[in-house]
């Protein structure tokens, strides 16, 4: 059943994201922010960990678990090292898909050429 609810859950995020896409004038970029916003104030108000414990690693998945994340790190990182760490903590969980999305980037940019 804990595949299932991560399968489900993974499938309502993208079916949302889709809904929002075909019928309003969002862009993709539009709604990635939106997602992660959303995760930033599910987490904030601690019903993002309660998701994670309920579906598993389906939470841990899409766009929404990287608000999460901006925002769990930035509470500990204020809990540890006061107002600095809430800077400091916020890109301590992230740093890795922050670093990872910039190799990445650079390498497909020169791999691949950009159409018109």
Same mark, same amino acid.
């Given at each position: 059943?804990? /595949? *299932?609810?991560? /399968? +489900? %859950?993974?499938?309502?995020?993208?079916?949302?994201?889709?809904?929002?896409?075909?019928?309003? =004038?969002?862009?993709?970029?539009?709604?990635?922010?939106? /997602?992660?916003? *959303?995760?930033?104030? +599910? @987490?904030?108000?601690?019903?993002? @960990?309660?998701?994670?414990? =309920?579906?598993? &690693? &389906?939470?841990?998945?899409?766009?929404?678990?990287?608000?999460?994340?901006?925002?769990?790190?930035?509470? +500990?990182?204020?809990?540890?090292?006061?107002? *600095?760490?809430?800077?400091?903590?916020? %890109? @301590?969980? !992230?740093?890795? &898909?922050?670093?990872?999305?910039?190799? /990445?980037?650079?390498?497909? !940019?020169? *791999?691949? =050429?950009?159409? @018109?």
């Amino acid at each position: 059943m804990y /595949f *299932i609810n991560s /399968f +489900l %859950f993974c499938g309502l995020v993208c079916l949302i994201a889709e809904l929002i896409l075909d019928n309003t =004038k969002l862009t993709p970029g539009h709604i990635t922010s939106l /997602f992660v916003c *959303i995760g930033a104030a +599910l @987490d904030t108000l601690g019903i993002y @960990d309660y998701i994670i414990v =309920k579906v598993g &690693g &389906g939470a841990l998945l899409p766009i929404t678990s990287f608000g999460h994340s901006l925002i769990h790190g930035a509470l +500990l990182g204020a809990e540890a090292n006061g107002v *600095i760490g809430l800077l400091i903590g916020m %890109f @301590d969980l !992230t740093a890795s &898909g922050i670093t990872a999305a910039v190799i /990445f980037t650079f390498v497909f !940019t020169l *791999i691949f =050429k950009a159409k @018109d």
